[in-house]
T-cell receptor, first 118, second 109 residues
């Protein structure tokens, strides 16, 4: 079964709306969560990395005031796209891993959120 | 040049065929992942390798650290195997993943 749950799976909203996406680890404590964006026929692009209880580290070119990330607990991280515009339309996917398991644990991915801004 | 190169980009096969997808990388890594992305977008981690070979059902993944090369094999392919297969490498034990562009596999009945 899924070990990372992402919600919602699809959002359609008007330009200027803020959208919150949730990512939960279901049966492990996610010490690190990753947020990716994927455009059609492109590979995943890392937006930011968040460690529980710390501020997120954003990749170059990603506006931290635009994409607010909160990782306040070991099972929940949220990405808020503030004042979304059509160019923010994309597929957003979260991923989580823990440093407390043996090193051969994979990184688990959510099912993604398809965001469409009209 | 991308740090992770996959080939082929697209692959069409008939049901039952043996399939190989290749991944080459240009940096030292701590682990290599093979991921499967379904048409709906969800991603499943198939394998994580740091050496040798792993097998799970009809899927086999191999890695040659000296050659900086990995392969994903699918035996007796089935239409439900149709998906995008992504190779990703990790730099260091806590490093981020670097993704290949993926191989889109279509298995025809």
């Amino acid at each position: 079964g899924a070990v990372v749950s992402q919600h919602p799976s699809r959002v359609i909203c008007k330009s200027g709306t803020s959208v919150k996406i949730e990512c939960r680890s279901l049966d492990f404590q996610a010490t690190t969560m990753f947020w990716y964006r994927q455009f059609p026929k492109q590979s995943l692009m890392l937006m930011a990395t968040s460690n529980e209880g710390s501020k997120a580290t954003y990749e170059q070119g990603v506006e931290k005031d635009k994409f607010l990330i909160n990782h306040a607990s070991l099972t929940l991280s949220t990405l808020t796209v503030t004042s979304a515009h059509p160019e923010d339309s994309s597929f957003y996917i979260c991923s989580a891993r823990t440093r407390w398991f043996p090193r051969d644990q994979p990184q688990h991915f959510g099912d993604g959120t398809r965001l469409s801004i009209l | 040049k991308n740090e992770v190169e996959q080939s082929p980009q697209n692959l069409t096969a008939q049901e039952g065929e043996f399939i190989t997808i290749n991944c080459s990388y240009s940096v030292g890594i701590s682990a290599l992942h093979w991921l499967q992305q379904h048409p709906g977008g969800g991603i499943v981690s198939l394998f994580m390798l740091s050496s040798g070979k792993k097998k799970h059902g009809r899927l086999i993944a191999t890695i040659n650290i000296q050659e900086k090369h990995s392969s994903l094999h699918i035996t007796a392919s089935h239409p439900r195997d149709s998906a995008v297969y992504i190779c990703a490498v990790r730099l260091g034990s806590q490093g981020n993943l670097i993704f290949g562009k993926g191989t889109k596999l279509s298995v025809k009945p």
